[in-house]
T-cell receptor, first 115, second 115 residues
Framework: GNSVTQMEGPVTLSEEAFLTINCTYT??????LFWYVQYPGEGLQLLLK?????DKGSNKGFEATYRKETTSFHLEKGSVQVSDSAVYFC??????????????FGQGTELSVKP | DGGITQSPKYLFRKEGQNVTLSCEQN?????MYWYRQDPGQGLRLIYY???????QKGDIAEGYSVSREKKESFPLTVTSAQKNPTAFYLC??????????????FGDGTRLSIL
């Protein structure tokens, strides 16, 4: 079946540290991959996406590369800020008959950045 | 500005009561979704609608019902049959063109609690 596995949190970093949040997936077919971010008490916001192998998604200093050979989509940022503190969700989307582009989420990784 | 509006932000349900969560979008998206989020977990799909007057059950539809009478609106009713309704409910929408590479856009959620 289709599934997403993320590294467990919480992840605590100091400001300006390097961030990696691991994400691996299993999927039938050719999924699209997404990272979403959720700030406290809010809904999810799309952070970046990649739709095919070797694509790199990037936004606000965050990057992730679609690695088909390792079935991974790790999120990275070179220098985190306190404002990056949030929960990050990795997700994949496959087209299923009668369910359209269904999103399957990992369990989320909480990031806390200290000044 | 285009977006998704969920209301109310907080909702309380008494035992044996049905409650309805509102979701409205002005993005002209065809597809709409309802997710449930429990603490420390990813999102689970409750119901999904590709077009007006059509919807399908997701992974955890028992105890919930929906309608899609207008393109802009996709209300979710949490019935008394849902024995553990306390959760954060998120509505989302996407352009549905038969593929899986379009991201979903989320509302800010409704937090439902039992009185």
């Amino acid at each position: 079946g289709n599934s997403v596995t993320q590294m467990e949190g919480p992840v605590t970093l100091s400001e300006e540290a390097f961030l990696t949040i691991n994400c691996t997936y299993t999927a039938t077919g050719y999924p699209s991959l997404f990272w979403y971010v959720q700030y406290p008490g809010e809904g999810l916001q799309l952070l970046l996406k990649a739709t095919k192998a070797d694509d790199k998604g990037s936004n606000k200093g965050f990057e992730a590369t679609y690695r088909k050979e390792t079935t991974s989509f790790h999120l990275e940022k070179g220098s985190v800020q306190v404002s990056d503190s949030a929960v990050y969700f990795c997700a994949l989307s496959v087209y299923l008959y009668n369910q359209g582009g269904k999103l399957i989420f990992g369990q989320g990784t909480e990031l806390s950045v200290k000044p | 500005d285009g977006g998704i509006t969920q209301s109310p932000k907080y909702l309380f349900r008494k035992e044996g009561q049905n409650v309805t969560l509102s979701c409205e979008q002005n993005l002209n998206h065809d597809a709409m979704y309802w997710y449930r989020q429990d603490p420390g977990q990813g999102l689970r799909l409750i119901y999904y609608s590709q077009i007006v007057n059509d919807f399908q059950k997701g992974d955890i539809a028992e105890g919930y019902s929906v309608s899609r009478e207008k393109k802009e609106s996709f209300p979710l009713t949490v019935t008394s049959a849902q024995k553990n309704p306390t959760a954060f409910y998120l509505c989302a929408s996407s352009i549905e063109v038969g593929g899986s590479n379009q991201p979903q856009h989320f509302g800010d959620g409704t937090r439902l609690s039992i009185l």
